[in-house]
């Protein structure tokens, strides 16, 4: 089995039988699997990260009206189908954080958007693969509290990598 297949084989069977799943038992009784983007290798990123000179802190609102503090701490900038992007990286006392909204949610891709964490990589370089954005745990259920993406990170392209939409027929999330 692939990696990727292999990764999203075991998060579904996190999410069917963990009691640190998102989902509620209602929701676990009809949970089929997650859907997913097909892998586009062309979205595994390594990326000059430009880090910032100040690296202001800043507060994101979250799904339950609380806020969660990050450091703004660099930018991305890449290629999706021809067309420039540029992201920034966040960061907490758990490593980097990339929450972004891409030009699909709402429609492919979850409303308020999806989550990475890119991983260090030698000489300045920061590791982002789009196939592992995931939703946030609020898109399952809103019992969590998830930060909501800055404006800054609102990118007028598709990126068709990663779970899609959260819907579970007949069950509202």
């Known amino acids: 089995m692939h990696n990727l297949d292999e990764f999203r084989h075991e998060k579904d069977h996190f999410f069917a039988d963990s009691p640190h799943s998102p989902l509620s038992g209602e929701q676990k009784a009809r949970f089929k699997g997650l859907e997913y983007f097909p892998e586009n290798l062309d979205l595994e990123l390594e990326l000059k990260l430009e ?21 703004r ?27 972004f ?5 709402g429609v492919d891709t979850y409303p ?12 300045g370089k920061i590791g982002i693969n789009f196939n592992l954005a995931y939703n946030p745990y609020c898109a399952y259920n809103d019992m969590w509290s998830c930060p909501f993406p800055p404006a800054e990170n609102r990118l007028e392209v598709p990126i068709r990598a990663g779970e899609k939409i959260f819907e579970l027929s007949g069950l509202h999330v």
């Not at 880090?51 to 806020?67: A, H, L, N, P, Y």
């Open 101 to 105: 909204v891409d030009s699909q949610a």
């Open 112 to 123: 308020a958007g999806r989550y990475l964490e890119p991983v260090p990589l030698a000489g």
């Open 51 to 71: 880090e910032f000179d100040e690296k202001d802190e800043i507060t994101m609102q979250t799904s339950t009206g609380d806020v969660q503090v990050y450091q």
């Open 73 to 99: 701490f660099g930018r991305v900038n890449f290629e999706v189908d021809g067309q420039e992007a540029a992201l920034t990286v966040y960061n907490n006392e758990h490593g980097y954080f990339l929450p």
